[in-house]
């Protein structure tokens, strides 16, 4: 009687050391619906980010990822039939995201890396955070890049309007004094854009008249993996392409 009990209570540890060592659970947030994205030209956008359900109860908030593009090519349109006029680099990252943003390929997962290693920040809001901008709560997120010399493009939610910001985490960004999302001698400076420790999230470009700039948007659920604390995002949805207003005439 003692050998059997001692068979049975080797047997579950065995099963309890085989569902231990099995595959960790898979962690992943959703996607925002491309169709829930709509642009008007490149100066407006409106993206409706939905409620993350409650058994994503790793999820944050949400989060967008941009990069910002020197450009000669005046355009008011935002199809990805202008981003190789506007810039190749800007086509090239379109191009290589797209296996991201393709809620069907379920074999390309974003990583922390998959935008920071082509030079992609996180966006910031003046006096916020993602928390309250982007809230797993959801909501409907207005961006407007104006079109008047001087105008600082902003985002509004709940009628609640605030400034887009460049990343913090850029180290020395020029023009140092002034951080909205608007076209300066400084942004578009070849130099600068070359420079890691400066512009990093500018694609610059060298040639005649490169005075113009762009800005590329990616909007993603971010969240935290509970097994080991590492940052998860959902597959990301791109928002549009944003020509930036004139700081001055």
């Given amino acids: 009687m003692l050998r059997k009990t001692v068979i049975i209570i080797t047997i579950i540890v065995f099963i309890n050391v085989l569902l231990s060592c099995g595959i960790d659970e898979y962690y992943y947030l959703p996607q925002v619906p491309e169709i829930n994205v709509t642009t008007d030209f490149n100066t407006n956008a409106t993206v409706n980010f939905p409620k993350i359900p409650d058994d994503y109860y790793y999820a944050a908030c949400y989060t967008i990822f ?11 349109n935002s199809s990805p039939s202008e981003f190789n006029l506007i810039s190749p680099y800007l086509n090239n990252d379109y191009n290589y995201l797209l296996q991201f943003t393709n809620p069907v390929n379920t074999s390309a997962t974003t990583s922390t890396n998959t935008f920071k290693n082509r030079n992609f920040f996180k966006l910031e809001f003046e006096g916020t955070d993602n928390i309250n901008m982007l809230p797993k709560n959801g909501g409907k997120l207005l ?13 509004s939610l709940n009628g609640e309007r605030k400034y887009l910001l460049r990343s913090s985490e850029l180290t020395s960004p020029e023009p140092s004094d002034d951080l ?4 300066t001698p400084e942004l578009y400076n070849l130099e600068y854009a070359t420079d890691k420790n400066k512009n990093a999230d500018v694609a610059g470009r060298s040639g005649d008249n490169m005075n113009l700039t ?3 948007m990616y909007i993603a659920a971010v969240g935290t993996n509970p097994n080991n604390f590492t940052t998860i995002y959902s597959k990301p949805t791109f928002i549009s392409v944003f020509r930036l207003p004139n700081k001055n005439s």
Avoid: K, L
């Fill in 214 to 216: 762009y800005v590329a």
């Fill in 143 to 155: 961006i407007d890049f104006p079109t008047t010399v001087g105008d600082i493009p902003f985002a």
């Fill in 66 to 76: 941009y990069r910002i593009y020197v450009s000669s090519h005046s355009t008011q």
């Fill in 180 to 183: 909205y999302f608007r076209n």
